[in-house]
């Protein structure tokens, strides 16, 4: 069993716990890098297998120069990476923390550590609507994703739908793998970025960045279709066709606006929720964010509300990868502060200011996309909503009408509804707005599966 001690445990080797790292250990901090990939990057900088022999994967990626440098600076930083690592709970004892975590072959890992940093990403936020489960309907991410890691498209008729910054990237990347992207499908608008002026002539390279997907979509004759939706997918073996409305202010259907678009495939998302099941089992305090995800409630420091932890990235609201690497690189300086290493309080100043810009560009973007409650109106009696355990609509809104179930948790408890293999990821939100109310913590004792064998493995006393 594999026993590491270190000044500091970062969980998620993706843009903020790669930064993270790499300028720990140059400060002269002690680092185990703990991650469920094969390879450092995670979502981000997804790289091809290398099975496949890409040639040029940095094709599929915007700023892989970011990544390379970052990459290369931890083979050199002495830095223990502790690839394909699932961490499943973390543990205070009396001299810090301990991390317990499982391989892919199920081997058992235990981590000491005087301070850690979660820097756990985030997944998709998917709204379902009817057809949403059939074979060639993927995630926007996911559609991203195949083509990074495999090297393949999810169809050579691909929609690309949701709400978010996400999906020009999508669209674009698919486009110019040689997909055809009939409509790129965005529920909300970009207008709303206009109530956020002086955040966007703050943050230029953003505005230049939306340029380029632009520019990309236009070349390859790519429609935007704004304040609109993918309210229904048709086929039978797989995705044939989407049934495309438009939407009032509060994502509401407009009668009459329906207007099919054939397609095998369908890329969809509607931004991303951070993942905080580490987070939230350890009792960090959280926020609601102004795309209406749940977040860390965080310090300028990156400090969560429980001592000898900090965050970074998507886990204190999602912003994308220059954000997350910053926080990352500010978390490191604040912890070797923390623990009495000489503290550069000049880069420290600077990354302030550079992430204070960058999150109010986030906040601003997630305002501008943040879905309206009108959305549920999509959906079917019949439609399933938790798809692991195939439970309706008609019955979660039974559950809250008929039975009483006033919050998420109750719903769960009478229907099942995110008691399936993804332990209500997918379903989530959808639960939660059906539900009546707004997102809330995703709070669990372990963050991912373990053999039991690994529990009856811990010692009674965890100091």
Known sequence: MPNSAADLAIVGAGPAGLAAAVTAAELGLTVVLLDAASRPGGQFYRSPAPGLRAERPQALHHDWQAFATREKRLRDSGVEHLAETHVWTVLPNNEGWTLHARTQADAPVT????????????YERQLPFPGWTLPGVVGAGGAQAMLKSGLVLPGRRVVVAGSGPLLLAVAATLASAGARVP????????????????????NPAKLFEGARYG?????????????HAVVEAHGTARVEAVTVARLDRDWRPVPGTA????????????GLVPELSLATSL??????????????ALTRDQRTSVPGLWAAGETGGVGGAQLAITEGELAAHTIAASLGRQADGEETARLHRTRDRLRSFADAMGAAHRPGEGWTEWLRETTDVCRCEEVTAREIREATTELGASDPR??????????????????????????????????????????????????????
Request: proline residues 7%; glycine residues 10%.
């Open 183 to 202: 409509a790129v499908v965005e529920a909300g608008a970009y207008t709303g970025y206009a109530r956020s002026t002086a955040t966007l002539l703050r």
């Open 111 to 122: 981590v000491h550590a005087r301070t850690v940093l979660l820097a756990t990403g985030a």
């Open 283 to 296: 009792g960090c305090a959280t926020r609601t964010a102004t795309d209406g995800t749940v977040a860390l």
């Open 259 to 270: 207007r099919r678009i054939p397609c095998d495939a369908l890329a969809v998302g509607h």
């Open 215 to 227: 520019a990309a979509l236009a070349r390859h004759h790519v429609r935007p279709l704004t304040r």
């Open 410 to 463: 109750t719903v769960k408890l009478l229907t099942r509804a995110g008691m399936g293999w993804c332990q209500g990821r997918m379903c989530g939100p959808a639960v939660a707005a059906l539900c009546g109310g707004g997102a809330s913590p995703d709070r669990r004792p372990l963050a991912c599966p373990v053999p039991l064998r690994h529990l009856t493995e811990l010692p009674t006393d965890p100091a």
